[in-house]
């Protein structure tokens, strides 16, 4: 069965950052600190979804999905990373994936998806490799308690992100502006991504996947510095991270100038065999180079094509562009593929643009030439867009931050009626 689904994460909508026992993250400290998110803005209460979620259930079933991505915040199961587990941060996972299952809803739960327990940040984060190992004991804790109703896991979000953002430029948590030296961060969440793998199954986990953020990279001109530059950042963006899961095998790095720790057999538990990849589409990126500022590559601008309110360019041929590029790089050893995310930030109830968006992209992605299994929409809900606070809105519904009113959008009901035709069709 094809999955229809919509996604979320933790931090973004959960709020109740000191409830039931939920230790800090890395998301707790950074949003507290003045200057780093949007006008100040915290995950505090974000959308409540913590004590609202059977309304927002409720608003799935509505919809007519039949899967949810949603991720679990490991500082609630274990409060410092590693050590006790809190059976009451469990708990909420526990109500979420019963109410889902009780609507026909497939629970998708991400295990990490940006929000570290402060605790192991305190000890270096994703630049440890340490942080691995307790990734592996956190995914077990979880898995014991909900392989039963959980079919398909997924590892990480989007560890290039991640790494970026968070410990190349410092623009998310946990802050760490250390360029390319980050480097290690890749290494340290893919592997954890692999033993955490081992960890699942051996819980009865049924399938296994990672979420990548992938983007087709443009070169913006035949130059030969452009093209040099458009490869190298197509190694950072794309390979760096599917190459060692699909293949075993990093790409080269050298144009980084940082050395990746890897020890002997961490490749081999990096690619464990995947039941799907998940792939994050936003749009795609227009590469020179190389930067003036010591950078192998530039960004430039993709001029001619509409833009999202957050700026970013919409180009939904992008998607299928992308996944048949991946088929054509990986052949047979690209797993099926689930669009885990893709999106938009609009403002207002009426918002056809976010309808032409994803109807652009639905339709894009189904002329690709792989083997799709699944699309969720980002987002549910209108949240706590990161660096953005509440300003960015990718919600199908939208929420009153004030109030908590949720009220669905032009998309919601427009989706609604586009996910009812599917049902008939098949
Ligand atoms: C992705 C993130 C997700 C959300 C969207 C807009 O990179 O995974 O949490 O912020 O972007």
Not at 126 to 149: H, I, K, N, P
Not at 172 to 200: E, K, N, S
Not at 259 to 288: C, F, H, M, W
Request: proline share 6%; aromatic share 12%.
């Amino acid at each position: 069965m094809f999955l229809w689904g919509t996604a979320t994460a933790s931090y973004q909508i959960e709020g109740a950052v000191t409830e039931d026992g939920r230790g800090p993250s890395v998301w707790d400290t950074f949003s507290r600190t003045p200057g780093r998110v949007r006008d100040g803005h915290t995950g505090d209460v974000a959308c409540d979804h913590y004590h609202r979620y059977s309304e927002d259930v409720a608003l799935m079933a509505g919809l007519g999905v039949n899967a949810y991505r949603f991720s679990i915040a490991w500082p609630r199961v274990m409060p410092t990373g590693a050590g006790p587990v809190n059976q009451a941060g469990l708990d909420f996972y526990d109500r979420l994936v019963d109410a889902l299952c009780e609507r026909g809803i497939a629970p998708v739960p991400t295990l990490f998806h940006w929000d570290l327990p402060q605790a192991l940040e305190d000890e270096g984060g994703w630049l440890s490799r340490d942080t691995s190992r307790r990734f592996a004991d956190y995914a077990a804790v979880v898995a014991e308690r909900l392989a039963d109703r959980v079919r398909m896991w997924i590892t990480l979000n989007e560890p290039f992100v991640h790494m970026v953002e968070g410990y190349g430029l410092g623009i998310h948590a946990p802050g760490r502006a250390l360029m390319f030296d980050a480097l290690p961060v890749a290494h340290h969440q893919i592997l954890g991504h692999g033993l955490a793998t081992q960890a699942l199954r051996a819980a009865g986990a049924e399938q296994v996947l990672i979420t990548n953020n992938c983007t087709p990279v443009w070169p913006a001109s035949d130059s030969p510095e452009d093209l040099a530059a458009a490869e190298t950042y197509d190694i950072l963006h794309n390979r760096l991270f599917n190459d060692p899961v699909l293949t075993g095998a990093y790409p080269d790095l050298s144009a980084f100038g940082a050395e990746i720790p890897v020890k002997s057999g961490d490749l081999e538990t990096i690619a464990q065999p995947l039941d799907g990849l998940g792939i994050n589409y936003y749009n795609p990126t227009r590469i020179g180079g190389p930067g003036g500022d010591g950078l192998p590559f530039r960004f430039e601008e993709i001029s001619g094509v509409p833009t999202t309110a957050f700026g970013w360019p919409v180009v939904p041929d992008g998607l299928r562009e992308l996944l048949d590029s991946l088929k054509a790089r990986y052949g047979d050893a690209l797993p099926p593929v689930y669009i885990t995310e893709n999106g938009c930030s609009y403002d207002g109830l009426d918002d056809q643009e976010r309808i032409a968006y994803l109807d652009g992209h639905i339709r894009a992605m189904r002329q690709a030439d792989v083997d799709l299994r699944g699309y969720f929409v980002w987002s549910l809900l209108d949240n706590f867009e990161w660096a953005e606070g509440y300003h960015q809105r990718f919600g199908l519904v939208h929420v009153d931050f004030e109030t908590q009113r949720r009220t669905p959008k032009a998309s919601y009901h427009w989706l609604r009626k586009f996910l009812e035709a599917q049902s008939t069709d098949t």
